[in-house]
């Protein structure tokens, strides 16, 4: 198996425009997660989906944040618009059958919001 | 906050020396995991003990939870240059039912 797949692996954009990071999970893993890493907060649980629902979003920061999920290996995070301070490293992740199962975390990818 | 907090932040240490990093959490858990972070990577998994389990034993790692301490230690014995990287502990429990990770501890360890 590939693992968990995410693009692009690096975005530069400016404030105010739209990102979108793609995320494509393990094969048969029930659930998929958003993280956002810096060096200040850590690593944050944004959402995560069960069986493609969105179960918990209580991380987005914002109304700028929104995720899906429209089919069992695709995921989207999307940032619209972008400010400088959600530049950060932001990771995806899929487990096979739960929050406390064994986590793969794709490579990341690295935003930057001048 | 059941975050787990890990100390040191950072250690520094010779190959073939044995590395230990601690977690401590504040509110209860159903498990406790160790993640590791090699620069620029995403995070892998390295152990889940249990909260019902004292020790657990992968490889050259050895885990430890004290639940009455609300505690975790990771040990790494006989280091190698190739374990440099940030380790994490991840906790699941209580009423949020998610993993939540500490801040890290970065491991150098010299040739």
């Known amino acids: 198996d590939a693992g968990v797949i995410q693009s692009p692996r690096h975005e530069v954009t400016e404030m105010g425009q739209e990102v979108t990071l793609r995320c494509k999970p393990i094969s048969g893993h029930d659930y998929l997660f958003w993280y956002r890493q810096t060096m200040m907060r850590g690593l944050e649980l944004l959402i995560y989906?069960?069986?493609?629902?969105?179960?918990?979003d209580s991380g987005m920061p914002e109304d700028r944040f929104s995720a899906k999920m429209p089919n069992a290996s695709f995921s989207t995070l999307k940032i619209q618009p972008s400010e400088p301070r959600d530049s950060a490293v932001y990771f995806c992740?899929?487990?096979?059958?739960?929050?406390?199962?064994?986590?793969?975390f794709g490579p990341g990818t690295r935003l930057t919001v001048l | 906050s059941q975050q787990g907090e890990e100390d040191p932040q950072a250690l520094s240490i010779q190959e073939g020396e044995n590395a230990t990093m601690n977690c401590s959490y504040k509110?209860?858990?159903?498990?406790l995991q160790w993640y590791r972070q090699n620069s620029g990577r995403g995070l892998v998994h390295l152990i889940l003990i249990r909260s019902n389990e004292r020790e657990k034993h992968s490889g050259r790692l050895r885990v430890t939870l004290d639940t009455s301490k609300k505690s975790s230690s990771l040990l790494i014995t006989a280091s190698r240059a190739a374990d440099t990287a940030s380790y994490f502990c991840?906790?699941?429990?209580?009423?949020?039912?998610?993993?939540?990770f500490g801040k890290g501890t970065l491991l150098t360890v010299n040739p």
């Open positions: 992740a899929s487990s096979l059958s739960g929050v406390s199962d064994t986590q793969y």
């Open positions: 991840a906790t699941e429990g209580g009423s949020n039912y998610k993993l939540t």
């Open positions: 989906f069960n069986n493609n629902v969105p179960i918990d």
């Open positions: 509110t209860s858990i159903n498990n």
